[in-house]
C-alpha cells in the first residue's frame, strides 16, 4: 500500500546575507510510508530500498542519533571509496526509481539510525 508524501528544505540565512529559500522536491503520490530505526554495525551495511506493492521510494533521510561522533560513509557498492557523511546531520539522498539497494560503511558500530523513506 502507498501514502502521499511532500517533501521540502527550507534554508534560512542570517547575517551578511539574510533570505530564506524553500527547495521543494516533486511530491511522490505512491511513497512507502515507512520509517525504519536500525543499529548498524562495522563494516558495509547494505541498505534496501522498501518494498510495497504500488509504492516506490523516491528518496531517504537518514538521520544518526544526536551526539553521534562515528564515520558514516556512503557508498554505491561494497568496493567503492565513498562519501562521508555528516555524523549527526540529517541527511537526505534523492534516489532514481531503479534503485534497490546502497552501503553505508562503518568503521565503528552506531546504534538508532532512522531511515525515513518517502
Known amino acids: ?9 527550507t534554508l534560512t540565512y542570517t547575517g551578511d546575507l539574510t533570505a530564506t529559500q524553500t527547495v521543494e522536491a516533486l511530491q511522490n503520490p505512491a ?3 515507512v520509517i525504519e530505526y536500525r543499529n548498524l554495525v562495522v563494516g558495509a551495511n547494505t541498505i534496501t530500498v522498501p518494498v510495497a506493492t504500488g ?3 523516491v528518496s531517504v533521510t537518514m538521520s544518526p542519533p544526536a551526539g553521534n561522533t562515528h564515520a558514516i560513509r556512503l557508498k554505491g557498492v561494497v568496493g567503492d ?3 562521508g557523511l555528516h555524523v549527526t546531520d540529517p541527511t537526505t539522498i534523492a534516489l532514481a526509481p531503479t534503485v534497490a539497494t546502497f552501503v553505508l560503511d562503518l568503521d565503528t558500530a552506531i ?8
Open 31 to 33: 511513497s512507502p510510508g
Open 81 to 83: 571509496t565513498g562519501v
Open 55 to 57: 509504492a516506490t521510494a
Open 1 to 9: 500500500m502507498s501514502t502521499a508524501c511532500t517533501r521540502t528544505m
Open 111 to 118: 546504534a538508532g539510525v532512522r531511515f525515513f523513506w518517502s
